[in-house]
């Protein structure tokens, strides 16, 4: 299981105080208001940067750093990952899961049939999607809906899944 869990990416520089706007990759954008630190991905390096002030603009969030006081100290971080540690994650529901648990697990029908690897999640607005690698063919989509969805096993890295009539037909290309 993944320790660290993304909660957004610095996309450039804002103003010349050191500023920096994010794009958040949290489903709560307001919790940047709460936290107090992040652990910034730049170049491979990891370093805990304390948050000093937070405020929204359209979709993302201008965020000023402790010790970050012009243009040039914030270059340092564009393009950078935010990271916070499982401890300062969000509480999730029942049947809710962080996407850094989901993907890699390996994914099965109610039949046992081995359908392939998670290795990636589309957000579409009415449900996620889970894209499902599988060997020599290509990868299946899977809605993340309860009809489809069966067990989810983070222990064991499984997951178990009911495909619809359609389902696979859709996935190769042959039902219109």
Same mark, same amino acid.
């Given at each position: 299981m993944e320790?660290l869990l993304?909660?957004?990416a610095?996309? #450039?520089?804002?103003?010349l105080r050191?500023e920096?706007?994010v ?12 936290l ?7 170049g ?7 948050i000093?002030q937070? @405020?929204?603009f ?5 965020? @000023?750093?402790a010790g970050?006081?012009?243009?040039e ?17 969000? #509480? ?11 993907e890699?697990?390996t994914?099965r029908?109610?039949?046992?049939e081995?359908?392939g690897?998670i290795?990636?999640i ?7 999607v889970?894209?499902i690698?599988?060997?020599?063919k290509?990868d ?9 969805i @069966? ?6 890295g499984?997951m178990t899944v009911?495909?619809l009539?359609?389902?696979r037909?859709?996935n190769?290309g042959?039902?219109e």
């Amino acid at each position: 299981m993944e320790e660290l869990l993304q909660v957004g990416a610095v996309t #450039s520089t804002h103003g010349l105080r050191g500023e920096v706007k994010v794009y958040p990759t949290t489903d709560e954008p307001s919790r940047f208001k709460k936290l107090k630190e992040v652990i910034a991905d730049a170049g491979g390096r990891q370093v805990t940067l304390k948050i000093t002030q937070t @405020r929204f603009f359209k979709q993302m969030v201008i965020i @000023r750093f402790a010790g970050i006081d012009t243009i040039e100290e914030a270059e340092k971080y564009k393009g950078a990952k935010l990271y916070v540690d499982r401890e300062h994650a969000l #509480s999730l529901a029942e049947d809710e899961y962080f996407y850094a648990d989901l993907e890699g697990l390996t994914v099965r029908t109610e039949e046992g049939e081995l359908l392939g690897v998670i290795r990636d999640i589309l957000q579409t607005g009415a449900n996620d999607v889970y894209i499902i690698r599988q060997e020599n063919k290509k990868d299946l989509l899977i809605p993340a809906i309860k009809d489809c969805i @069966r067990q989810v096993d983070l222990e064991h890295g499984t997951m178990t899944v009911h495909l619809l009539p359609g389902l696979r037909e859709i996935n190769e290309g042959g039902a219109e």
